[in-house]
């Protein structure tokens, strides 16, 4: 310790002088007291830290009850922050699992309201006045647009895979290709989660290549099921095979073996119609006659969190009635969005444009050019010399483990402020309320419109405004 800085420590004011003083000046009876009074400590505590070990003298207005009320204050105004916010998505990944995958239609946002705030017949069948079931709920819908015998929902895709091989393969063997063992996102291995069914996993052909005879081969008696797996988020090229979801179906009847699609992100679309590329769709695997098909309700359906499961009546009734399905249900506020976005997609040029996530990725390119041409405008009329913004020409992603080949063009817009790094810019944006998510290249922050919404572009220029202002009085002071 400085021996300077020894009578401070007796200067140091105490919780109640805190408490009293920032009652009168800074509103403290609008904080709890239960979050108050243990920061007030920490903020004393860490204080007198600073006095024992500083080896410089320290001024004493450092340790003024304004000081530390203006700190404490701070700190619990961060706390009270609720801890799941809105962000601005400026990565141009419109099914981003970091910042939320897909974003609600309007559409689907008015019956989640109602659903919650009201009692409804979630299992309660009006026709008959008796118990129902919630997979009643959305079934039909779901008949109607995939051309399913019968569906069922659950908590996420996971879950349905989770639950078929629970009900279709415990102890016994499952059937996959080498090139379809994935894994998404980490904590998702196909390889895993069959382990944790029980189901043994029996692999087949090679990474790149897997014939029918593979399969075939590898049939016996402990045999339960043929899976197939969208490879969602990789792509293998060059010299490859795999077996089609009609082959391995016209296998399963000949050994009257079920067979079951994993699709992984999903789509009721076929995007090749829009200028993208060809992803097989829900109403594909349906027609190819699979028993059992699973997808994300928040990947490229751009719904709610879900885990949706069409096939069979045979199969689908099976899993119905499996214990487990209980443990993994789906809840209200969910199917009350599931079946709003569903309706959606009954036409199917409104669902394009009412569906956030499909209508970001068939956004046009002269429309995001025009979009960056106007931000780069508005930033620039800030009138601040620092700020440069330029316009690049680059792609966007689907994101969510889909389209993994899919680069949209786009155009971005890279900006530099001189006097801080690309990286403390980063950062000072990610810490700005709402945070502004982008990404870094070539030592620019780049932000992509592909993804912004419709009040983001205003928020931005306000962000920048505040940036640049911080800087011009000398007050940027690097956050931890
Ligand atoms: C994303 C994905 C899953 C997991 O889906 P969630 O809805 O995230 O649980 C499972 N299988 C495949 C092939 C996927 O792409």
């Avoid at 016994?172 to 904590?187: A, D, K, N």
């Avoid at 990474?207 to 490879?231: F, G, S």
Wanted: glycine share 8%; charged share 20%.
């Amino acid at each position: 310790m400085n021996p300077n800085n020894q009578p401070l420590l007796k200067q140091l004011p105490g919780v109640d002088r805190i408490l009293a003083h920032g009652t009168a000046e800074y509103q403290f009876d609008t904080i709890p007291r239960s979050i108050l009074v243990p920061l007030i400590r920490q903020e004393i505590d860490d204080l007198r830290n600073r006095i024992l070990t500083s080896a410089d003298p320290l001024p004493e207005t450092f340790f003024s009850p304004d000081a530390i009320a203006t700190a404490v204050k701070q700190r619990a105004e961060q706390k009270m922050r609720p801890q799941l916010r809105r962000v601005i998505n400026a990565t141009g990944v419109v099914v981003h699992t970091n910042l939320g995958r897909s974003l609600l239609s309007p559409a689907a946002l008015a019956p989640l309201t109602t659903i919650s705030a009201c009692y409804s017949n979630l299992e309660f069948d009006l026709q008959q006045g008796r118990r129902g079931s919630r997979y009643t709920v959305v079934e039909g819908i779901l008949q109607e647009l995939s051309g399913a015998e019968a569906a069922m929902v659950v908590n996420n895709n996971a879950a349905a895979v989770l639950l078929c091989l629970d009900t279709l393969a415990k102890g016994r063997e499952v059937i996959v290709s080498r090139g379809e063992l994935v894994e998404i996102g980490g904590s998702f291995r196909i390889p895993d989660v069959m382990e944790k069914t029980g189901a043994i996993l029996k692999e087949v052909g090679t990474t790149n290549r897997t014939h029918p005879r593979d399969y075939e081969r590898a049939i016996t008696q402990d045999t339960a099921l043929l899976l197939k797996v969208h490879q969602s988020n990789y792509h293998i090229m060059g010299f490859t095979a795999s077996v089609t979801l009609a082959e391995l179906v016209k296998m399963g009847r000949h050994y009257h073996l079920p067979v079951m699609e994993d699709l992984g992100s999903g789509t009721l679309v076929d995007f090749s119609r829009y200028g993208l590329v060809k992803e097989p769709t829900i109403q594909d695997s349906i027609a190819a006659g699979a028993d059992l098909v699973t997808f994300s309700g928040d990947k490229l359906l751009g719904g709610p969190q879900a885990g949706i499961i069409l096939g069979k009546k045979e199969q689908v009734e099976k899993i119905r009635t499996n214990p487990l399905t209980r443990a993994l249900r789906i809840d209200k506020m969910t199917l009350a969005a599931l079946e709003a976005t569903l309706r959606l997609y009954r036409d199917e040029a409104t669902a394009i444009q009412k569906i956030p996530t499909l209508q970001m990725l068939t956004l046009s390119l002269p429309t995001i050019q025009s979009r960056a041409a106007a931000l780069k405008s508005s930033l620039e009329s800030i009138g601040n010399h620092a700020l440069t913004v330029a316009l690049l020409d680059l792609t966007s992603k689907a994101g969510g483990g889909a389209l993994p080949l899919l680069a949209l063009p786009t155009r971005c817009l890279g900006v530099t402020v001189s006097g801080i790094s690309a990286n403390a810019l980063e950062e000072w944006l990610r810490g700005y309320d709402p945070p502004i998510i982008g990404r870094i290249e070539n030592n620019q922050f780049l932000m992509d419109p592909r993804t912004l919404q419709e009040d983001e572009p205003e928020i931005i220029v306000r962000a920048f405004s505040a940036l640049t202002a911080q800087m011009d009085s000398g007050k940027l002071v690097k956050r931890r």
